[in-house]
Structures are given as C-alpha cells and as structure tokens.
C-alpha cells in the first residue's frame, strides 16, 4: 500500500504542474484545415495498414468526419 502511495504522488505533483499551462487558440488551425486532412490521411493509412474491410472502414471515416465536423461547429 505504501509503494502506491510513493507512486500516485509523483503523477499527481505532474498533472497539476502540466495543467496550469496556458490554453492555446486553434480556430485558425481548425478553419485552416491542414489538422483535418492529416488526420484523414492518418486514418486511412491505418486502415490500410490493419486490413479493415470495407463496411468497417466506412464506418471508421464516418464516425472520425463526423468528429471533425462537430469541432468545427463548435468553434464557428
């Protein structure tokens, strides 16, 4: 029990040390759209990589570009 104590206090001193950083503005990025298509190029060559079928890999871009349309909603 000690030896996880000895351990969570660390992780926790570095969470909080990493989480009073600044925020960062990424509308410019988001309506750029260089984000976007790295990202579907990331998942397509995981697609390719890992052998999805189609019906899978369909469902795969659907679900990841209806992500991305919901980001840029929200910044618009």
Not at 48 to 54: K, M, W
């Amino acid at each position: 029990m000690r030896t996880i104590r000895i351990l969570i206090i660390p992780v926790l001193i570095s969470l909080l040390a990493f989480s009073c950083q600044e925020k960062k503005d990424y509308s410019q990025a988001i309506t750029d759209g260089s984000y976007f298509t790295k990202a579907q190029n990331r998942v397509t060559e995981t697609i390719i990589h890992d052998i999805f079928s189609p019906p899978v890999a369909a469902r795969i871009y659907s679900y990841s570009s209806l992500a991305a349309y919901e980001v840029a909603a929200a910044t618009d």
